[in-house]
C-alpha cells in the first residue's frame, strides 16, 4: 500500500477544500438564498422556517392553473428500500398537483432506480419516451450528450440557477447549456449499532475515524460476535453498489478520473492509481481476509442490508437517514420477541460522518436526481406539451415540494426548501438528519459523462467483483477495470 | 430411375414443378386465406426485428451517440466476439446452463412420469404438487430462490449449521465455482415437471398389449421397458430434449433476478450477457451480432425440432 507523504497531504487537502468552495460557492452573477459559506447543522436550523412559499400562486405565473393539456411522466419512484413516510409524500404530490391543475391530464409511472435507465433507453430508441422524465443524477448526461433532451434551466420554471446547489448543476450541464433541474441533492452518512460495538469492546459513541478503522473494527466486531461488521455492497447495475465504495475510493484519494478535484477535466484514468488500489485492498481485506462483512455482499444491495442491521446482525453501514424511519417500519412489522430485539437495535442505533481516507480526505457521492423535458420527436405522438411539463416540474422542484419529496432520505434541490416551516418539521422529526446536512459539503458528482452510468454501474462493481471473488487480485481488477474505462472513453 | 439428361427436359420439369406449386397453392387459396393476418403479423413483429438485428450487427454503436449515428463496420462486431475472452467464458456458461438443466430435467421429469404412471393412492394429488414449480412466476421464484440460497441467512444454510453439519451457511451464489450449479438447480426444479408432463402424455401411448405379450414372454420389467416402453417415447423424448434446450438457451429471469450473471460474470450466459451489452452499455452493434448467432444456433435446434415432429407425422400416417 502506498505511503502518503506531508506534501501529497497538504496537496490533496488544498484540493478537496477548492472543491468544497466550488460546491458551496456563490455564483458571480447571483447570490444563493442561504449562504453557503456557512452551513452548518446550526446555519441549517437558524434558517428552517424563515420564510413561507406559495407553490401554487408561484407556479401559476409558469403555467396558469386554468391550463388544459396532457402530460406523460416518467420518475424514480419510491422503492422497496424507502420508508412508508415518503410513499405518503409521492402521493399526496401527485393528488396536489391533480388538484392545482385540474386541467392537465396527468400519466405518471414509477420506475425503480435500477430498472429507470434501462427502460428509458429502449423506449427513446422506439421513439416512445415521456414528455418529462425525473431521472437519477447519474443519468442526465448521457441522454443530454445524445440530444434527446430540451434546454431546461431553472428560470424557466420559474426560479434562478442559484436556487440550487452549483454542484448539482453542473450534473445538468453539458457543454455549457443546462438540460434539467436538480429535485433533490443527498449526501450519506455512516450508521453504526452502539449495543454491537460496546459488546465488541470498542466505544460506543464514536464512529470510526478512517477507512482503515472501519476495516479494524469490522474484523473485531466479526471475530467478538461471529456477526458482520461492516455493510459491504458490491452488486452489479445497481445504485447502492458505487454510493458505497465511491466514498472509500476518494477518500483514499482516488479515483476513475479526476472527479474529486475542484475543476475535473475526466481526462486521466486513476482506477489503476495506487491510491485507489488501497481502497480496493480495504475491500479485499474486509470480505476475503478478516471475512468481516456479509458473504451475500456480491449479490445484495441496500435493501438487504437493512433487515440484517434490524436483527443486530450487522455493526455498520452507508446509507440515508432515512434509514432510521425504514427501521422504525420494520420494526412495526416485526412480532413477538422480535419487536422487542428490533427496538433495541433502533435505540442503539447512531449516525457519524462518512470516514476519511488515510490523509484525512472526508468523501460522499453528492447524489440525487433532476428532472428533465424530452424533445419531441422521441416522444410517443411526437408532441410535448410544454406548459404542462413545466407545471410539474415547477411543483416538484419548488421549495416546498423538493423538501418534502425528499423528507426522510434527502435533501431538497431547492435550496430555499431549507428555508420553509416544513424542514424546521423535519429537523424536529427526522433523526439523524444533521448529519447527512453536515455531509453535503464533502460531496463529489458522479462525473458528468455520457458514459458515467456504465462505469458506476457496471465498471467499478465488475471491479470489486473481480477482486473479492479472487477471480482477480486486487491489482489485475484494478488495471482491468481502469482498461475498460479507457477503451470506453476511447469509443471502443 | 429416369436421368435428366437434356436441357430442355430440365426446363419441362422445372415448368412443370412451378406450375405444380402453382396450382396446389390455388387449391389451397382458403388455406392461405385463414393464415394471411397471422403471417402479416409475424412480418411485423418478428421478420423486421431479425432483418433490423442483422443489419445493426454490422456497425458500430457507440454508447455516447444515438443509435442513427451509427458507423457501418462489416464483420468487425463479430471479429471482437469470437476473440474476446468474455465470449468463451459465456459461451461455456451457456453450454452449462443448457446441458445441465437439459439433460438433468429430462431424466428427472422422466423417472417421475414413470412413477406417477402407475397407479397408487395418491398419485392425483401428487402429480398437482409436482407441477407447482412450472406453473408459478419465474420472477418469483427466483426471488425466494435468492432468500432460500442467501449466502448469511438462507434457509439451507441456517439448517446445515442447525443441524451441526456446517461451520457457517454454505456460499451457494456469491462464489465464482458455485453460483452456476446452483442456478441449474433452480432452473431443473422449475423445468422437470414441464419433462415429466411431456412424458406422462407419451406414456399414455405405449400399448398396453405389447407389454402384456412381453411380460407373457418372460421379459422382466427393464427388458420391457427398454424393448417396449422406451422406443414408443423416442420422438416424444427428442421434442420435449429440443423444447428444453431451446428454452434454456433462451433463459433470462432466473440467472438475471438472482445474480445478474455475476459474481464476475461467473453465471453470464448468452441472454443475460445480450441484454446487458445492449441496455446497460448500449453496445446495440455487439449485441445484435450476439443475438445473430444465437438466433442461428436456435434455427440449427429448431430444425431438429421440426424434423422430429415430421418424424412423428410419418410415422402416424404409416401406422
Given at each position: 500500500m502506498t505511503r502518503i507523504t506531508l506534501g501529497s497531504a497538504v496537496l490533496r487537502g488544498t484540493v478537496a477544500t477548492a472543491l468544497m468552495a466550488s460546491l458551496m460557492s456563490t455564483s458571480a452573477l447571483g447570490a444563493p438564498p442561504v449562504d453557503l459559506s456557512k452551513w452548518s447543522p446550526e446555519y441549517v436550523r437558524s434558517i428552517a422556517g424563515t420564510q413561507d412559499f406559495d407553490t401554487a400562486a408561484d407556479c401559476a405565473k409558469v403555467t396558469p392553473l386554468d391550463y388544459k393539456g396532457r402530460l406523460t411522466f416518467w420518475y424514480q419512484g419510491v422503492f422497496e428500500g424507502d420508508p412508508d413516510l415518503l410513499r405518503q409524500y409521492y402521493k399526496d404530490f401527485f393528488e396536489t398537483f391533480r388538484k392545482t391543475y385540474p386541467n392537465i391530464q396527468l400519466e405518471e409511472q414509477a420506475l425503480t432506480y435500477n430498472d429507470l435507465l434501462d427502460k428509458f433507453r429502449t423506449a427513446l430508441l422506439g421513439n416512445a419516451a415521456p414528455m418529462a422524465v425525473r431521472l437519477q443524477i447519474l443519468g442526465g448526461t448521457e441522454f443530454a450528450s445524445k440530444g434527446y433532451l430540451q434546454p431546461l434551466k431553472p428560470e424557466d420554471v420559474?426560479?434562478?440557477?442559484?436556487?440550487?446547489w452549483p454542484g448539482a448543476m453542473k450534473a445538468v450541464t453539458w457543454e455549457g447549456v443546462t438540460y434539467g433541474i436538480p429535485t433533490n441533492n443527498e449526501t450519506m452518512a455512516f450508521i453504526w449499532n452502539a449495543d454491537i460495538f460496546k459488546r465488541a469492546g470498542?466505544?460506543?459513541?464514536?464512529?470510526?475515524?478512517?477507512w482503515d478503522d472501519v476495516v479494524k473494527y469490522s474484523k473485531q466486531i466479526h471475530d467478538k460476535l461471529?456477526?458482520?461488521?461492516y455493510g459491504l455492497v458490491a452488486r452489479k447495475?445497481?445504485?447502492?453498489t458505487p454510493y458505497r465504495f465511491m466514498p472509500q475510493l476518494w477518500a483514499y484519494g482516488?479515483?476513475?478520473?479526476?472527479?474529486?478535484?475542484?475543476?475535473?477535466?475526466?481526462?486521466?484514468?486513476?482506477?489503476?492509481s495506487p491510491q485507489s488500489k488501497a481502497a480496493l485492498q480495504a475491500s479485499y481485506d474486509m470480505y476475503?481476509?478478516?471475512?468481516?462483512?456479509?458473504?451475500s455482499a456480491l449479490t445484495n444491495q441496500q435493501a438487504d442490508n437493512q433487515p440484517l442491521f434490524l436483527a443486530g446482525q450487522l455493526g455498520m453501514m452507508i446509507s440515508h437517514p432515512s434509514d432510521y424511519d425504514v427501521m422504525l417500519d420494520l420494526q412495526k412489522k416485526a412480532t413477538g420477541a422480535d419487536k422487542d430485539k428490533a427496538q433495541t437495535v433502533i435505540d442503539n442505533m447512531r449516525y457519524g460522518l462518512i470516514p476519511t481516507g488515510p490523509d484525512g480526505k472526508r468523501a460522499v457521492v453528492f447524489g440525487g436526481s433532476n428532472i428533465h423535458i424530452l424533445k419531441p420527436e422521441y416522444v410517443e405522438g411526437g408532441k410535448v406539451d410544454e406548459p404542462a411539463a413545466k407545471a410539474i416540474i415547477c411543483m416538484w422542484t419548488s421549495p416546498e415540494w423538493s423538501l418534502k419529496m425528499a423528507y426522510a432520505g434527502s435533501n431538497p434541490g431547492n435550496l430555499n426548501g431549507f428555508k420553509t416551516k416544513w424542514m424546521k418539521e423535519r429537523l424536529d422529526n427526522i433523526k439523524f438528519l444533521d448529519v447527512t446536512t453536515s455531509m453535503l459539503p464533502y460531496g463529489i458528482p458522479f462525473p458528468?459523462?455520457?458514459q458515467a452510468p456504465e462505469i458506476m454501474n457496471i465498471i467499478v462493481p465488475d471491479m470489486l467483483q473481480n477482486a473479492l471473488t479472487g477471480a482477480m487480485t486486487v491489482d489485475q481488477a484494478a488495471d482491468d477495470a481502469a482498461k475498460k474505462v479507457r477503451d470506453l472513453m476511447g469509443g471502443l | 430411375m429416369t436421368i435428366v439428361t437434356g436441357k430442355a427436359e430440365a426446363r419441362r420439369r422445372l415448368q412443370s414443378g412451378r406450375s405444380g406449386a402453382l396450382r396446389k397453392i390455388g387449391e389451397h387459396r382458403a388455406d392461405y386465406a385463414y393464415v394471411l393476418p397471422a403471417i402479416a403479423v409475424m412480418l411485423i413483429v418478428i421478420a423486421y426485428p431479425i432483418y433490423y438485428t442483422i443489419e445493426l450487427s454490422f456497425f458500430k454503436t457507440p454508447?455516447?451517440?444515438?443509435?442513427?449515428d451509427k458507423t457501418f463496420i462489416g464483420f468487425d462486431n463479430y471479429t471482437a466476439i469470437l476473440t474476446s475472452e468474455v465470449f468463451w467464458k459465456v459461451t461455456w456458461n451457456t453450454l452449462i446452463w443448457t446441458l445441465g438443466s437439459t439433460l438433468i430435467s429430462f431424466v428427472l421429469g422422466f423417472a417421475t412420469a414413470l412413477a406417477l404412471h402407475r397407479a397408487f393412492i395418491g398419485r392425483g394429488v401428487l402429480r398437482a404438487i409436482l407441477i407447482i414449480p412450472w406453473v408459478i412466476s419465474a420472477v418469483a421464484a427466483s426471488y425466494i430462490w435468492k432468500w432460500i440460497y442467501?449466502?448469511?441467512?438462507g434457509i439451507i444454510g441456517a439448517a446445515l449449521v442447525g443441524l451441526g453439519l456446517a461451520d457457517r451457511p454454505p456460499n451457494?451464489?456469491?462464489s465464482v465455482s458455485t453460483v452456476l450449479p446452483s442456478l441449474i438447480v433452480v432452473n431443473i426444479w422449475r423445468e422437470f415437471p414441464f419433462a415429466m408432463i411431456m412424458m406422462m402424455a407419451g406414456l399414455q401411448t405405449v400399448p398396453e398389449q405389447l407389454l402384456r405379450a412381453a411380460q407373457v414372454d418372460g421379459a422382466s420389467a427393464w427388458q420391457r421397458f427398454w424393448h417396449v416402453t422406451f422406443p414408443h417415447l423416442r420422438n416424444v423424448s427428442t421434442v420435449t430434449i429440443l423444447l428444453l434446450a431451446v428454452a434454456n438457451f433462451n433463459s433470462f429471469i432466473i440467472p438475471w433476478i438472482m445474480t445478474g450473471g455475476g459474481p464476475s460474470n461467473a453465471s453470464h450466459i448468452w441472454i443475460t450477457h445480450i441484454y446487458e451489452l445492449a441496455f446497460?452499455?448500449?453496445?446495440w452493434g455487439v449485441a445484435s451480432a450476439y443475438s445473430v448467432l444465437l438466433f442461428l444456433i436456435l434455427m440449427t435446434l429448431g430444425y431438429f425440432y421440426v424434423r422430429a415432429l415430421s418424424g412423428n407425422e410419418r410415422k402416424e400416417g404409416s401406422a
Amino acid at each position: 500500500m502506498t505511503r502518503i507523504t506531508l506534501g501529497s497531504a497538504v496537496l490533496r487537502g488544498t484540493v478537496a477544500t477548492a472543491l468544497m468552495a466550488s460546491l458551496m460557492s456563490t455564483s458571480a452573477l447571483g447570490a444563493p438564498p442561504v449562504d453557503l459559506s456557512k452551513w452548518s447543522p446550526e446555519y441549517v436550523r437558524s434558517i428552517a422556517g424563515t420564510q413561507d412559499f406559495d407553490t401554487a400562486a408561484d407556479c401559476a405565473k409558469v403555467t396558469p392553473l386554468d391550463y388544459k393539456g396532457r402530460l406523460t411522466f416518467w420518475y424514480q419512484g419510491v422503492f422497496e428500500g424507502d420508508p412508508d413516510l415518503l410513499r405518503q409524500y409521492y402521493k399526496d404530490f401527485f393528488e396536489t398537483f391533480r388538484k392545482t391543475y385540474p386541467n392537465i391530464q396527468l400519466e405518471e409511472q414509477a420506475l425503480t432506480y435500477n430498472d429507470l435507465l434501462d427502460k428509458f433507453r429502449t423506449a427513446l430508441l422506439g421513439n416512445a419516451a415521456p414528455m418529462a422524465v425525473r431521472l437519477q443524477i447519474l443519468g442526465g448526461t448521457e441522454f443530454a450528450s445524445k440530444g434527446y433532451l430540451q434546454p431546461l434551466k431553472p428560470e424557466d420554471v420559474g426560479y434562478s440557477t442559484e436556487d440550487f446547489w452549483p454542484g448539482a448543476m453542473k450534473a445538468v450541464t453539458w457543454e455549457g447549456v443546462t438540460y434539467g433541474i436538480p429535485t433533490n441533492n443527498e449526501t450519506m452518512a455512516f450508521i453504526w449499532n452502539a449495543d454491537i460495538f460496546k459488546r465488541a469492546g470498542l466505544d460506543p459513541d464514536k464512529a470510526p475515524a478512517t477507512w482503515d478503522d472501519v476495516v479494524k473494527y469490522s474484523k473485531q466486531i466479526h471475530d467478538k460476535l461471529g456477526i458482520a461488521g461492516y455493510g459491504l455492497v458490491a452488486r452489479k447495475n445497481a445504485g447502492n453498489t458505487p454510493y458505497r465504495f465511491m466514498p472509500q475510493l476518494w477518500a483514499y484519494g482516488g479515483g476513475v478520473f479526476d472527479e474529486a478535484t475542484a475543476n475535473p477535466t475526466y481526462e486521466q484514468v486513476k482506477l489503476d492509481s495506487p491510491q485507489s488500489k488501497a481502497a480496493l485492498q480495504a475491500s479485499y481485506d474486509m470480505y476475503v481476509r478478516d471475512k468481516s462483512v456479509p458473504v451475500s455482499a456480491l449479490t445484495n444491495q441496500q435493501a438487504d442490508n437493512q433487515p440484517l442491521f434490524l436483527a443486530g446482525q450487522l455493526g455498520m453501514m452507508i446509507s440515508h437517514p432515512s434509514d432510521y424511519d425504514v427501521m422504525l417500519d420494520l420494526q412495526k412489522k416485526a412480532t413477538g420477541a422480535d419487536k422487542d430485539k428490533a427496538q433495541t437495535v433502533i435505540d442503539n442505533m447512531r449516525y457519524g460522518l462518512i470516514p476519511t481516507g488515510p490523509d484525512g480526505k472526508r468523501a460522499v457521492v453528492f447524489g440525487g436526481s433532476n428532472i428533465h423535458i424530452l424533445k419531441p420527436e422521441y416522444v410517443e405522438g411526437g408532441k410535448v406539451d410544454e406548459p404542462a411539463a413545466k407545471a410539474i416540474i415547477c411543483m416538484w422542484t419548488s421549495p416546498e415540494w423538493s423538501l418534502k419529496m425528499a423528507y426522510a432520505g434527502s435533501n431538497p434541490g431547492n435550496l430555499n426548501g431549507f428555508k420553509t416551516k416544513w424542514m424546521k418539521e423535519r429537523l424536529d422529526n427526522i433523526k439523524f438528519l444533521d448529519v447527512t446536512t453536515s455531509m453535503l459539503p464533502y460531496g463529489i458528482p458522479f462525473p458528468a459523462l455520457p458514459q458515467a452510468p456504465e462505469i458506476m454501474n457496471i465498471i467499478v462493481p465488475d471491479m470489486l467483483q473481480n477482486a473479492l471473488t479472487g477471480a482477480m487480485t486486487v491489482d489485475q481488477a484494478a488495471d482491468d477495470a481502469a482498461k475498460k474505462v479507457r477503451d470506453l472513453m476511447g469509443g471502443l | 430411375m429416369t436421368i435428366v439428361t437434356g436441357k430442355a427436359e430440365a426446363r419441362r420439369r422445372l415448368q412443370s414443378g412451378r406450375s405444380g406449386a402453382l396450382r396446389k397453392i390455388g387449391e389451397h387459396r382458403a388455406d392461405y386465406a385463414y393464415v394471411l393476418p397471422a403471417i402479416a403479423v409475424m412480418l411485423i413483429v418478428i421478420a423486421y426485428p431479425i432483418y433490423y438485428t442483422i443489419e445493426l450487427s454490422f456497425f458500430k454503436t457507440p454508447p455516447g451517440l444515438q443509435l442513427r449515428d451509427k458507423t457501418f463496420i462489416g464483420f468487425d462486431n463479430y471479429t471482437a466476439i469470437l476473440t474476446s475472452e468474455v465470449f468463451w467464458k459465456v459461451t461455456w456458461n451457456t453450454l452449462i446452463w443448457t446441458l445441465g438443466s437439459t439433460l438433468i430435467s429430462f431424466v428427472l421429469g422422466f423417472a417421475t412420469a414413470l412413477a406417477l404412471h402407475r397407479a397408487f393412492i395418491g398419485r392425483g394429488v401428487l402429480r398437482a404438487i409436482l407441477i407447482i414449480p412450472w406453473v408459478i412466476s419465474a420472477v418469483a421464484a427466483s426471488y425466494i430462490w435468492k432468500w432460500i440460497y442467501h449466502s448469511d441467512f438462507g434457509i439451507i444454510g441456517a439448517a446445515l449449521v442447525g443441524l451441526g453439519l456446517a461451520d457457517r451457511p454454505p456460499n451457494f451464489i456469491d462464489s465464482v465455482s458455485t453460483v452456476l450449479p446452483s442456478l441449474i438447480v433452480v432452473n431443473i426444479w422449475r423445468e422437470f415437471p414441464f419433462a415429466m408432463i411431456m412424458m406422462m402424455a407419451g406414456l399414455q401411448t405405449v400399448p398396453e398389449q405389447l407389454l402384456r405379450a412381453a411380460q407373457v414372454d418372460g421379459a422382466s420389467a427393464w427388458q420391457r421397458f427398454w424393448h417396449v416402453t422406451f422406443p414408443h417415447l423416442r420422438n416424444v423424448s427428442t421434442v420435449t430434449i429440443l423444447l428444453l434446450a431451446v428454452a434454456n438457451f433462451n433463459s433470462f429471469i432466473i440467472p438475471w433476478i438472482m445474480t445478474g450473471g455475476g459474481p464476475s460474470n461467473a453465471s453470464h450466459i448468452w441472454i443475460t450477457h445480450i441484454y446487458e451489452l445492449a441496455f446497460g452499455r448500449q453496445r446495440w452493434g455487439v449485441a445484435s451480432a450476439y443475438s445473430v448467432l444465437l438466433f442461428l444456433i436456435l434455427m440449427t435446434l429448431g430444425y431438429f425440432y421440426v424434423r422430429a415432429l415430421s418424424g412423428n407425422e410419418r410415422k402416424e400416417g404409416s401406422a
